[in-house]
């Protein structure tokens, strides 16, 4: 961490995303030159759920007041076009998942893993008369909340 601090940027980020805890804990030291940048993250309210389909981020270019954003798996990769582009801010975007199902099928297939002491599974559950995808589930999943950093 010493050579980091030394090195010749004009800022660095310690740390790229804090909790509001650890924010006040750093605030609490009282050292003027610790700065809180402003974040934009997105935040997985489901956790788990649906996690394959959704994907995750991962930070781009990042500068003192920013740092960009970036679709790096599922869904958040195939759309990370529109979902960065400020022309289409706060425009939800719509998918055929309906979560309830979503929900149904990870238990469900959580319960045939257990059952069968597999290491993993997969199920892919389909709207016959549209082709549309209604749930989709890969386990053993994670939260996209918690992805470690590359």
């Known amino acids: ?21 650890e924010k006040q804990a750093v605030h609490d030291i009282g050292e003027p030159g610790l700065l809180f940048g402003p974040r934009e993250m997105r935040l997985y309210p489901n956790g788990q759920l649906a996690s394959h389909i959704l994907g995750g981020t991962t930070f781009g270019a990042q500068g003192v007041h920013s740092a960009e954003v970036i679709g790096m798996a ?11 582009d400020p022309r289409f801010d706060g425009q939800p975007l719509q998918l055929s998942i309906d979560v309830t199902v979503q929900s149904a099928l990870e238990e469900a297939l959580y319960g045939g893993m257990r059952l069968m002491n597999a290491r993993g599974a997969s199920a892919v559950l389909m709207d016959a008369h ?7 589930a890969s386990l053993p999943d994670f939260d996209p909340n918690n992805r470690p950093r590359l």
């Open 74 to 84: 599922g869904v958040e990769k195939a759309f990370d076009t529109f979902l960065r």
């Open 1 to 21: 961490m010493a050579a980091r601090l030394a090195g010749p940027q004009d800022f660095l980020w310690l740390k790229p995303a804090i909790s509001p805890e």
């Open 130 to 136: 549209s082709g549309e995808i209604v749930a989709l």
